[in-house]
């Protein structure tokens, strides 16, 4: 068996300016992710800890930490509280960046159920610096991107929500994410609301979602409003290859 990558990357060209990622069956069985990279590839577990280890036997840094803090409470005084020096934070910001790449993968992939756990898992990862950093600027390291991370994880979960047609659902979560970005914002008054790009996006998705929701039933629909509502969907959903079919059936119908 060779080591040369080069079979593995045939056929699976680079694509700058793009995410490219695949899911595989790994030789355990077990679904992978990989991604291409342009001198290569990387590959994640689909469970647990993205690089497959288990750090203290934990599943994770974060939790053998978060272990660490409860056993700490336990057995000290409240003016003897647990903290996270240079070197813990140090691997939990590792660790979280091995959980980003993963959840990027899942969102091109379609896999929102696994994209909301590890956004929510990123979002954990900060309230723990937060809580419990000895230094402060450990704290703005991670929390420069909440308002990134919670876009992410709100997005996986209104995707979650239009997958079955739940529109009511889906404009909950936009609530809740738009509500703490704004609260983000509030705590931090040098940024700007209006300079916020997360924010904007929540907003723009809340109104075409709403839009979505104004829809009448499939059964009470002309064949052009079947494809123009669907056609919304496409684009609320990202899913660009089927707004373009869909545009050209719009195209068909009109006799262009």
């Known amino acids: 068996m060779t080591d040369d990558l080069a079979p593995f990357l045939e056929g699976w060209d680079f694509t700058p300016n793009d995410l490219d990622a695949r899911k595989i069956i790994g030789l355990d069985g077990k679904p992978k992710l990989q991604m291409r990279l342009e001198l290569g590839l ?7 800890r993205p690089d497959g280890k288990r750090p203290h036997g934990s599943e994770s840094v974060l939790d053998y930490l978060l272990q660490q803090a409860r056993v700490h409470e336990l057995t000290h005084r409240p003016e003897e509280p647990f903290h996270l020096d240079d070197s813990d934070c140090a691997a939990l910001q590792h660790e979280g960046i091995q959980y980003y790449y993963r959840y990027l993968c899942m969102f091109h992939l379609g896999e929102n159920h696994e994209a909301e756990r590890d956004t ?29 991370v919670l876009m992410m994880n709100t997005r996986a979960k209104v995707s979650i929500c239009l997958e079955s047609h739940d529109y009511p659902a889906a404009l909950r979560h936009l609530d809740t994410g738009i509500r703490a970005v704004l609260r983000f914002l509030e705590a931090h008054p040098s940024l700007a609301e209006d300079e916020c790009s997360e924010l904007a996006y929540l907003r723009g998705w809340h109104e075409e979602v709403e839009q979505l929701r104004r829809i009448p039933p499939l059964g009470e629909r002309t064949e052009e409003g079947r494809l123009e509502s669907e056609l919304e969907e496409a684009v609320a959903t990202e899913n660009f290859e089927q707004a373009a079919r869909i545009r050209d059936a719009l195209k068909r119908l009109h006799g262009e």
């Open 120 to 148: 929510g898992r990123n979002l954990q990862l900060f309230e723990v610096v937060r809580k419990y950093a000895a230094d402060q600027q450990w704290v703005w390291a991670f929390e420069q991107y909440r308002p990134y």
């Open 42 to 48: 990387i590959q994640m577990e689909w469970d647990g």
